[in-house]
Protein backbone atom coordinates (compact mmCIF):
# COMPACT_ATOMS: atom_id res chain seq x y z
CA UNK A 1 0.00 0.00 0.00
CA UNK A 2 1.38 3.77 -1.15
CA UNK A 3 0.88 5.55 1.71
CA UNK A 4 2.21 9.45 2.62
CA UNK A 5 2.91 10.13 6.58
CA UNK A 6 2.90 13.82 7.62
CA UNK A 7 4.44 15.59 10.04
CA UNK A 8 4.83 19.21 11.45
CA UNK A 9 6.25 18.76 14.64
CA UNK A 10 6.77 21.47 17.29
CA UNK A 11 10.09 23.13 15.74
CA UNK A 12 7.55 24.80 13.67
CA UNK A 13 9.89 24.07 10.58
CA UNK A 14 7.55 23.26 8.66
CA UNK A 15 5.94 20.33 6.74
CA UNK A 16 7.72 17.00 6.23
CA UNK A 17 6.10 14.37 3.71
CA UNK A 18 7.37 10.13 3.53
CA UNK A 19 5.98 8.49 0.30
CA UNK A 20 6.31 4.71 1.73
CA UNK A 21 4.88 1.22 0.17
CA UNK A 22 4.59 -0.79 3.28
CA UNK A 23 3.96 -4.40 2.46
CA UNK A 24 3.69 -5.36 5.86
CA UNK A 25 3.82 -4.60 9.59
CA UNK A 26 4.74 -7.33 11.53
CA UNK A 27 7.56 -7.85 10.35
CA UNK A 28 8.05 -4.33 8.97
CA UNK A 29 8.44 -4.40 4.98
CA UNK A 30 9.08 -1.09 3.15
CA UNK A 31 9.96 0.92 0.37
CA UNK A 32 10.88 4.65 0.91
CA UNK A 33 9.61 6.06 -2.70
CA UNK A 34 9.82 9.53 -1.89
CA UNK A 35 10.71 12.77 0.79
CA UNK A 36 9.70 16.46 0.61
CA UNK A 37 10.22 19.14 3.13
CA UNK A 38 8.57 22.57 3.04
CA UNK A 39 9.50 24.94 4.86
CA UNK A 40 6.66 27.05 6.96
CA UNK A 41 5.99 30.59 5.60
CA UNK A 42 7.33 33.32 8.04
CA UNK A 43 3.17 34.72 8.78
CA UNK A 44 1.98 30.90 8.70
CA UNK A 45 4.57 29.90 11.62
CA UNK A 46 3.68 33.16 13.12
CA UNK A 47 0.03 32.21 13.23
CA UNK A 48 0.76 29.23 14.99
CA UNK A 49 2.56 30.45 17.27
CA UNK A 50 -0.47 32.95 18.02
CA UNK A 51 -2.56 29.85 19.00
CA UNK A 52 -0.48 27.57 21.26
CA UNK A 53 -0.46 26.89 24.22
CA UNK A 54 -1.95 30.95 24.59
CA UNK A 55 -5.28 32.81 24.68
CA UNK A 56 -6.27 32.81 20.67
CA UNK A 57 -9.67 33.87 18.63
CA UNK A 58 -11.88 31.03 17.42
CA UNK A 59 -11.84 32.42 14.46
CA UNK A 60 -7.84 32.17 14.13
CA UNK A 61 -7.68 28.78 14.83
CA UNK A 62 -10.80 27.72 12.69
CA UNK A 63 -9.02 29.24 9.70
CA UNK A 64 -5.12 28.16 10.33
CA UNK A 65 -6.92 24.31 10.87
CA UNK A 66 -8.40 24.71 7.46
CA UNK A 67 -5.44 26.73 5.99
CA UNK A 68 -2.93 23.98 7.46
CA UNK A 69 -4.89 21.17 5.89
CA UNK A 70 -4.59 22.48 2.31
CA UNK A 71 -1.16 23.25 3.13
CA UNK A 72 -0.55 19.78 4.01
CA UNK A 73 -2.21 18.65 0.83
CA UNK A 74 0.21 20.71 -1.23
CA UNK A 75 3.15 19.82 -0.06
CA UNK A 76 1.96 15.66 -0.73
CA UNK A 77 1.15 16.74 -4.21
CA UNK A 78 4.66 18.29 -4.57
CA UNK A 79 5.67 15.22 -3.31
CA UNK A 80 3.97 13.05 -5.31
CA UNK A 81 4.48 14.68 -8.30
CA UNK A 82 8.28 15.65 -8.09
CA UNK A 83 9.13 11.79 -8.07
CA UNK A 84 6.37 10.59 -10.76
CA UNK A 85 4.04 8.99 -8.38
CA UNK A 86 0.73 10.36 -9.67
CA UNK A 87 -2.09 9.02 -8.79
CA UNK A 88 -0.56 5.89 -6.77
CA UNK A 89 -1.77 7.17 -3.43
CA UNK A 90 -4.21 5.15 -1.38
CA UNK A 91 -3.97 6.49 1.91
CA UNK A 92 -2.67 9.18 4.04
CA UNK A 93 -1.25 9.77 7.44
CA UNK A 94 -1.62 13.13 9.16
CA UNK A 95 -0.39 13.69 13.03
CA UNK A 96 -1.63 17.48 12.12
CA UNK A 97 0.35 20.56 14.03
CA UNK A 98 0.28 20.11 17.84
CA UNK A 99 -1.38 23.59 19.19
CA UNK A 100 -1.68 22.19 22.79
CA UNK A 101 -0.86 18.91 24.85
CA UNK A 102 -1.25 18.07 28.63
CA UNK A 103 -0.54 14.55 28.75
CA UNK A 104 -1.67 14.32 32.67
CA UNK A 105 -4.88 15.62 33.94
CA UNK A 106 -5.95 18.70 35.83
CA UNK A 107 -9.16 19.40 37.35
CA UNK A 108 -11.57 21.37 34.87
CA UNK A 109 -15.13 22.22 35.41
CA UNK A 110 -15.09 19.82 38.04
CA UNK A 111 -13.67 16.97 36.66
CA UNK A 112 -9.89 15.67 36.00
CA UNK A 113 -9.30 16.48 32.10
CA UNK A 114 -6.12 15.68 30.14
CA UNK A 115 -6.24 17.03 26.32
CA UNK A 116 -4.40 17.08 23.22
CA UNK A 117 -5.25 19.07 20.00
CA UNK A 118 -3.58 18.71 16.56
CA UNK A 119 -5.42 20.96 13.98
CA UNK A 120 -4.93 20.46 9.97
CA UNK A 121 -7.94 19.63 8.51
CA UNK A 122 -8.11 16.42 6.72
CA UNK A 123 -11.13 16.97 4.74
CA UNK A 124 -8.78 19.07 2.60
CA UNK A 125 -6.33 16.35 1.84
CA UNK A 126 -9.37 13.41 0.85
CA UNK A 127 -11.07 15.87 -1.20
CA UNK A 128 -8.02 16.39 -3.06
CA UNK A 129 -6.85 12.84 -3.39
CA UNK A 130 -9.98 10.95 -2.53
CA UNK A 131 -8.00 8.24 -0.85
CA UNK A 132 -8.29 7.58 3.42
CA UNK A 133 -7.01 10.32 5.77
CA UNK A 134 -6.29 9.19 9.34
CA UNK A 135 -5.43 11.81 11.42
CA UNK A 136 -5.89 12.87 14.98
CA UNK A 137 -4.36 9.61 16.51
CA UNK A 138 -3.28 10.74 20.32
CA UNK A 139 -6.61 11.64 21.77
CA UNK A 140 -7.94 7.63 21.28
CA UNK A 141 -4.96 6.57 23.78
CA UNK A 142 -5.81 9.56 26.45
CA UNK A 143 -8.71 8.37 26.69
CA UNK A 144 -7.59 4.89 27.33
CA UNK A 145 -5.46 6.46 30.21
CA UNK A 146 -2.69 7.37 28.36
CA UNK A 147 -0.99 10.55 27.83
CA UNK A 148 -1.23 10.21 23.58
CA UNK A 149 2.48 10.34 23.65
CA UNK A 150 5.16 9.08 22.48
CA UNK A 151 3.25 7.60 19.34
CA UNK A 152 6.48 6.82 17.61
CA UNK A 153 8.16 4.25 19.29
CA UNK A 154 5.50 2.29 17.23
CA UNK A 155 7.82 2.27 14.66
CA UNK A 156 10.63 2.28 17.23
CA UNK A 157 9.84 -1.15 17.83
CA UNK A 158 9.02 -2.41 14.81
CA UNK A 159 12.11 -1.03 13.21
CA UNK A 160 15.30 -1.27 15.95
CA UNK A 161 14.53 -4.40 17.96
CA UNK A 162 17.77 -6.95 17.57
CA UNK A 163 18.00 -10.00 19.50
CA UNK A 164 21.54 -9.22 20.64
CA UNK A 165 21.64 -5.98 21.12
CA UNK A 166 19.83 -3.27 23.26
CA UNK A 167 19.04 -0.20 21.61
CA UNK A 168 18.11 3.13 22.31
CA UNK A 169 16.17 5.42 19.71
CA UNK A 170 16.50 9.06 19.84
CA UNK A 171 14.60 11.92 17.92
CA UNK A 172 15.63 15.59 18.57
CA UNK A 173 12.83 17.51 17.34
CA UNK A 174 11.58 20.61 19.18
CA UNK A 175 11.40 18.00 22.25
CA UNK A 176 13.24 15.47 22.58
CA UNK A 177 12.14 11.70 23.06
CA UNK A 178 13.52 7.90 23.24
CA UNK A 179 12.41 4.90 22.90
CA UNK A 180 14.78 2.10 24.86
CA UNK A 181 14.08 -1.82 23.18
CA UNK A 182 16.12 -4.08 25.03
CA UNK A 183 18.02 -7.12 23.38
CA UNK A 184 15.71 -10.21 22.27
CA UNK A 185 12.34 -8.06 23.43
CA UNK A 186 8.97 -8.75 22.37
CA UNK A 187 7.00 -6.48 20.32
CA UNK A 188 5.69 -3.58 22.21
CA UNK A 189 8.59 -4.68 24.94
CA UNK A 190 10.04 -0.96 25.74
CA UNK A 191 10.10 2.26 27.59
CA UNK A 192 9.93 5.43 26.09
CA UNK A 193 9.45 9.33 27.15
CA UNK A 194 10.18 12.93 26.57
CA UNK A 195 13.49 13.60 27.65
CA UNK A 196 12.93 17.52 27.97
CA UNK A 197 13.55 20.16 25.44
CA UNK A 198 15.74 19.35 21.80
CA UNK A 199 15.76 22.15 19.09
CA UNK A 200 12.74 24.45 20.63
CA UNK A 201 14.59 26.58 22.89
CA UNK A 202 17.54 27.28 20.51
CA UNK A 203 15.45 28.09 17.76
CA UNK A 204 12.90 30.52 19.99
CA UNK A 205 16.37 32.13 21.13
CA UNK A 206 17.80 32.72 17.40
CA UNK A 207 14.47 33.68 16.01
CA UNK A 208 13.93 36.40 18.81
CA UNK A 209 17.34 37.22 18.85
CA UNK A 210 17.17 37.92 14.37
CA UNK A 211 13.50 38.75 14.42
CA UNK A 212 12.32 35.58 12.59
CA UNK A 213 15.14 36.58 10.01
CA UNK A 214 16.72 33.49 11.48
CA UNK A 215 14.56 30.52 12.47
CA UNK A 216 17.97 27.91 14.01
CA UNK A 217 21.82 27.90 14.56
CA UNK A 218 23.11 25.78 11.87
CA UNK A 219 25.26 23.75 12.59
CA UNK A 220 25.33 25.17 16.51
CA UNK A 221 27.92 26.94 14.87
CA UNK A 222 27.20 30.54 17.26
CA UNK A 223 26.67 28.01 20.15
CA UNK A 224 30.08 26.56 19.76
CA UNK A 225 30.81 30.16 20.17
CA UNK A 226 29.71 30.79 23.55
CA UNK A 227 30.38 29.74 27.13
CA UNK A 228 27.16 27.59 28.79
CA UNK A 229 25.48 29.01 32.02
CA UNK A 230 26.23 25.95 33.87
CA UNK A 231 24.28 27.08 36.80
CA UNK A 232 21.47 27.60 34.62
CA UNK A 233 21.43 24.12 33.48
CA UNK A 234 21.86 22.53 36.95
CA UNK A 235 19.17 24.39 38.46
CA UNK A 236 17.00 23.49 35.66
CA UNK A 237 18.03 20.08 35.76
CA UNK A 238 17.77 19.30 39.99
CA UNK A 239 14.64 22.13 40.20
CA UNK A 240 12.31 20.73 38.26
CA UNK A 241 10.79 17.49 38.94
CA UNK A 242 10.22 16.31 35.34
CA UNK A 243 13.46 15.09 35.09
CA UNK A 244 13.09 12.79 38.39
CA UNK A 245 9.99 11.96 37.21
CA UNK A 246 9.44 7.74 36.08
CA UNK A 247 8.02 7.24 32.80
CA UNK A 248 5.64 7.31 31.05
CA UNK A 249 6.30 11.20 31.07
CA UNK A 250 5.43 13.63 27.66
CA UNK A 251 6.85 17.30 27.43
CA UNK A 252 5.93 20.51 25.31
CA UNK A 253 6.15 23.84 24.44
CA UNK A 254 4.46 24.73 27.82
CA UNK A 255 7.55 24.26 29.75
CA UNK A 256 10.07 24.97 27.09
CA UNK A 257 8.58 27.73 25.63
CA UNK A 258 8.60 31.32 25.98
CA UNK A 259 8.82 31.40 29.89
CA UNK A 260 12.20 29.27 29.28
CA UNK A 261 13.41 31.24 26.49
CA UNK A 262 12.68 34.36 28.33
CA UNK A 263 14.38 33.49 31.85
CA UNK A 264 17.60 32.60 29.59
CA UNK A 265 17.36 36.42 28.17
CA UNK A 266 17.12 37.24 31.71
CA UNK A 267 20.50 36.69 32.46
CA UNK A 268 22.18 39.42 29.95
CA UNK A 269 24.58 37.46 28.61
CA UNK A 270 24.94 37.45 24.94
CA UNK A 271 23.37 34.82 22.22
CA UNK A 272 26.44 32.79 21.91
CA UNK A 273 26.31 31.91 25.86
CA UNK A 274 22.82 31.70 25.79
CA UNK A 275 23.06 28.65 22.52
CA UNK A 276 25.32 27.15 24.17
CA UNK A 277 23.31 27.23 27.30
CA UNK A 278 20.59 25.69 25.47
CA UNK A 279 22.40 22.99 23.64
CA UNK A 280 24.12 21.74 26.98
CA UNK A 281 20.33 21.63 28.39
CA UNK A 282 19.04 19.18 25.89
CA UNK A 283 22.01 17.20 25.62
CA UNK A 284 22.63 16.70 29.32
CA UNK A 285 19.07 16.15 29.93
CA UNK A 286 18.91 13.40 27.27
CA UNK A 287 21.77 11.92 28.99
CA UNK A 288 19.69 12.03 32.68
CA UNK A 289 16.83 10.01 30.28
CA UNK A 290 19.48 8.01 28.94
CA UNK A 291 21.40 6.92 32.14
CA UNK A 292 18.77 7.03 34.74
CA UNK A 293 15.94 4.98 32.91
CA UNK A 294 16.61 4.19 29.72
CA UNK A 295 20.09 1.83 30.86
CA UNK A 296 18.35 0.42 33.87
CA UNK A 297 15.70 -0.91 31.75
CA UNK A 298 17.84 -2.09 29.32
CA UNK A 299 20.23 -3.61 32.19
CA UNK A 300 23.29 -2.49 30.55
CA UNK A 301 25.76 0.41 31.06
CA UNK A 302 26.99 2.51 28.63
CA UNK A 303 29.21 0.61 26.05
CA UNK A 304 26.05 -1.74 26.03
CA UNK A 305 23.77 -0.49 23.95
CA UNK A 306 23.17 1.56 20.81
CA UNK A 307 22.33 4.97 20.05
CA UNK A 308 20.50 5.88 16.84
CA UNK A 309 19.48 9.48 16.60
CA UNK A 310 17.00 11.44 14.13
CA UNK A 311 15.35 14.25 13.29
CA UNK A 312 16.90 17.94 12.73
CA UNK A 313 18.58 18.33 16.35
CA UNK A 314 21.02 15.49 14.35
CA UNK A 315 22.57 18.40 12.22
CA UNK A 316 23.99 20.60 14.90
CA UNK A 317 27.38 19.41 14.97
CA UNK A 318 27.83 20.96 18.42
CA UNK A 319 25.45 19.70 19.89
CA UNK A 320 26.02 15.77 18.72
CA UNK A 321 29.60 16.52 20.26
CA UNK A 322 27.63 17.31 23.94
CA UNK A 323 25.82 14.44 23.68
CA UNK A 324 29.06 12.30 23.11
CA UNK A 325 30.59 14.13 26.04
CA UNK A 326 27.63 13.60 28.25
CA UNK A 327 27.39 10.09 27.15
CA UNK A 328 31.07 8.57 26.70
CA UNK A 329 31.80 5.30 25.28
CA UNK A 330 28.12 5.28 23.68
CA UNK A 331 28.06 3.93 19.98
CA UNK A 332 26.25 7.10 18.31
CA UNK A 333 25.01 7.22 15.10
CA UNK A 334 22.29 8.31 12.79
CA UNK A 335 18.94 6.46 11.59
CA UNK A 336 20.00 5.75 7.86
CA UNK A 337 21.39 2.02 8.25
CA UNK A 338 17.46 1.37 8.63
CA UNK A 339 15.76 3.34 6.02
CA UNK A 340 15.28 5.97 7.95
CA UNK A 341 16.81 9.40 6.38
CA UNK A 342 16.73 11.19 10.22
CA UNK A 343 14.62 14.24 8.89
CA UNK A 344 11.59 11.93 7.98
CA UNK A 345 12.07 9.10 10.56
CA UNK A 346 8.35 10.60 11.81
CA UNK A 347 7.01 10.76 8.62
CA UNK A 348 7.21 7.45 8.24
CA UNK A 349 5.98 6.85 11.40
CA UNK A 350 2.77 8.26 10.85
CA UNK A 351 2.61 6.41 7.69
CA UNK A 352 3.02 3.24 9.34
CA UNK A 353 0.65 4.43 12.08
CA UNK A 354 -2.14 5.46 9.28
CA UNK A 355 -1.29 1.55 7.79
CA UNK A 356 -1.78 -0.10 11.13
CA UNK A 357 -5.38 2.15 11.87
CA UNK A 358 -7.01 0.90 8.46
CA UNK A 359 -5.85 -2.69 9.46
CA UNK A 360 -7.74 -2.50 12.46
CA UNK A 361 -4.39 -2.65 14.53
CA UNK A 362 -3.63 -1.16 17.45
CA UNK A 363 -1.13 2.20 17.12
CA UNK A 364 0.08 2.94 20.42
CA UNK A 365 2.48 0.84 23.01
CA UNK A 366 0.83 0.84 27.00
CA UNK A 367 4.30 0.76 28.30
CA UNK A 368 5.37 3.95 26.23
CA UNK A 369 2.39 6.19 26.84
CA UNK A 370 0.65 4.96 30.12
CA UNK A 371 -2.64 3.87 28.73
CA UNK A 372 -4.32 1.13 29.82
CA UNK A 373 -4.28 -1.03 26.66
CA UNK A 374 -3.71 -0.73 23.31
CA UNK A 375 -6.00 0.93 20.97
CA UNK A 376 -6.46 1.46 17.31
CA UNK A 377 -5.88 4.84 17.30
CA UNK A 378 -6.83 7.87 14.79
CA UNK A 379 -9.73 9.08 12.69
CA UNK A 380 -10.83 8.21 9.57
CA UNK A 381 -11.81 11.07 6.89
CA UNK A 382 -13.53 9.51 3.78
Do not use: W
Not at 249 to 258: C, S, V
Request: glycine letters at 12%; charged letters at 20%.
Amino acid sequence: MIVAGIMSGTSLDGIDVAIVDIAQLSPFRFTLLATHAEPYAAEVREAILGVSDCQAHTADLTRLHVLLGELYADAVERALSANGLGSRLELIGCHGQTIFHQGDTRPYLGRPIAGTLQIGEPSAMAERFGVPVVSDFRPRDMAAGGKGAPLVPFLDSLVFGDAHTPRIALNIGGIANLTAIPAGGKPGELIAFDTGPGNMVMDSLVRRATGGRETFDADGARGRLGRPIEDFVRMELEENPYYAATPPKTAGREQYGDAMVSALESTGRPLEDLLATAALMTARSIAVGVTRFALPYLRTELPGAELFVAGGGRHNGFLMDLLAGELPGLRIEGTERFQLPIDFKEAIAFAALAYATIAGQPGNVPSATGARHAAVLGKVTR
